[in-house]
Structure formats: C-alpha cells, structure tokens
C-alpha cells in the first residue's frame, strides 16, 4: 500500500451521506509545483475523499482556501464513457489537520511580564 502527505489549499468542500448512511467529505486539494520554465509558478490538484468518522469530524469545517496537511493512500479511478477510456488519480484520506501559518500577522493576546516576575 502506497502512503502520503500532502500540503495545500482547499478547494470546494462538500459534505454529505452516501445511501449507507456513511458520511463522506471531498474536496479539491491544490498544492504547489515549483517554477515552471517561464519562472511561473506552477500548481497541480488532486481531489481527496475522506469517510465515516474522519468526513463527521471535518463537516462544516473546511471552507475553500484553508491551508490543510493531508496523510492517506492515491487510488486510481478509472471509468469508460462514449467509448473512450478516463483514469483520475484520487487521495483516499486516511487524517486531515489544519496547516498553522506562523508567519501570519498576528499579535499576542495578553500583557507582557518582566523577566523578573516568571515564576520559575
């Protein structure tokens, strides 16, 4: 069985229950490349598919450009239609967690003590 992780943004988030009753969440999952040979970035996407527990636990949850780390195994979906045959990588999530961005902006809450004042 093949393992990965990916990093990247979401996009178009759905969740719903399948005629079993399981939960399942997808969403499009874009990450970047690198630069290209004209220097732009480049960027590729897989669309994710988590259930049961783990699709429960992130209903509601993503909404579209939430940086997120994504662990699970690539299926391969393959379908036929008007005669010509389609293939479709796909991440099957096995764990999804939210990416920090501690680079962002963003102020302390609370008052600074002096070095003196710590109690240890």
Do not use: C
């Not at 759905?14 to 399981?22: I, L, N, Q």
């Not at 099957?92 to 002096?114: C, R, S, T």
């Amino acid at each position: 069985m093949n393992h990965v992780t990916l990093s990247g943004t979401v996009f178009e988030p759905e969740s719903r229950v399948a005629k079993s009753g399981m939960a399942v969440l997808t969403f499009r999952l874009s990450y970047y490349q690198g630069k290209g040979k004209d220097g732009k970035a480049t960027y590729g996407g897989i669309d994710v598919t988590a259930f049961d527990r783990l699709a429960q636990a992130w209903d509601g949850q993503l909404q579209n450009k939430d940086k997120v780390i994504v662990t699970g195994h690539i299926t391969l979906d393959k379908w036929e239609k008007d005669g010509k045959k389609y293939y479709k990588h796909r991440l099957i999530a096995d764990d999804i967690g939210k990416q920090l961005d501690l680079f962002a902006d963003v102020k302390p809450n609370g008052q600074y003590i002096q070095d003196e004042e710590v109690p240890f």
